[in-house]
Nanobody, 128 residues
Framework: EVQLVESGGGLVQAGGSLRLSCATS????????IGWFRQAPGKEREGVSC????????YYADSVKGRFTISSDFAKNTVYLQMNSLKPEDTAVYYC?????????????????????WGQGTQVTVSS
């Protein structure tokens, strides 16, 4: 059974950093994208960043560009999201999810409904 498990969330002061991890298990796919989404209370789920398993190409939402870095160690079946210069508006539950080929949209169009597998989420809280 395919599973994604996030870790690394927590409470941090504004300007601080956190690194989230997304560990995948029982992945039998060769061509996929791992995306990070977040959802704050009362807001829609937002695509934050994603990375391709084929060539490590990446995408970032404008709201996190220059502050967040996505990386992968596909040999260890893990994708990371390094979050620097955190702001209170980054507070949300962060989810990782897997998009499996064939793709219907460019990877930068992070439509949550297209992602087949999801983790349980990890809370990130940034205090001011």
């Amino acid at each position: 059974e395919v599973q994604l498990v996030e870790s690394g969330g927590g409470l941090v002061q504004a300007g601080g950093s956190l690194r989230l991890s997304c560990a995948t298990s029982d992945f039998i796919f060769d061509d996929y994208v791992i995306g990070w989404f977040r959802q704050a209370p009362g807001k829609e789920r937002e695509g934050v960043s994603c990375i391709s398993s084929l060539d490590d190409s990446t995408y970032y939402a404008d709201s996190v560009k220059g502050r967040f870095t996505i990386s992968s160690d596909f040999a260890k079946n893990t994708v990371y999201l390094q979050m620097n210069s955190l702001k209170p508006e980054d507070t949300a539950v962060y989810y990782c999810a897997a998009l499996i080929s064939p793709y219907t949209q460019p990877m930068g169009i992070m439509t949550s409904a297209e992602y087949r597998y999801w983790g349980q989420g990890t809370q990130v809280t940034v205090s001011s």
